[in-house]
Nanobody
């Protein structure tokens, strides 16, 4: 079992930046692949980014690919999501999640472990 805790959310003006962190604890003897998702009120949870166990492969959703970056520090059991040029419509709860099999996926159903989420608010 692994526990995931997100941090770094908050209020930012449109065009601003935030860096989210996701720290894993529990069975972390081997690193987990990790994904970031977001969910706005009344909308489905959507894929944002993914990074494999080593950080050698990353995938970014098309809508954010020029503005968001995912990275990791395995010594700290932490994955980061750097978000630049944020838009008001990107206000949401951001979640990190880990797939047990370590395989890249865009469907939330493919992920086994989830954090509680961190709120990102983007003001105009």
């Amino acid at each position: 079992q692994v526990q995931l805790v997100e941090s770094g959310g908050g209020v930012v003006q449109a065009g601003g930046s935030l860096r989210l962190s996701c720290t894993a604890s529990g069975r972390t003897s081997s690193a987990y692949a990790m994904g970031w998702f977001r969910q706005a009120p009344g909308k489905e949870r959507e894929f944002v980014a993914f990074i494999d166990r080593t950080g050698g492969s990353t995938y970014i959703a098309y809508a954010v690919k020029d503005r968001f970056t995912i990275s990791r520090d395995n010594a700290k059991n932490t994955v980061y999501l750097q978000m630049n040029s944020l838009k008001t419509e990107e206000a949401a709860v951001y979640y990190c999640a880990a797939p047990q099999d370590g395989v890249y996926g865009r469907d939330p159903m493919e992920y086994d472990y989830w954090g509680a989420g961190t709120q990102v608010t983007v003001s105009s």
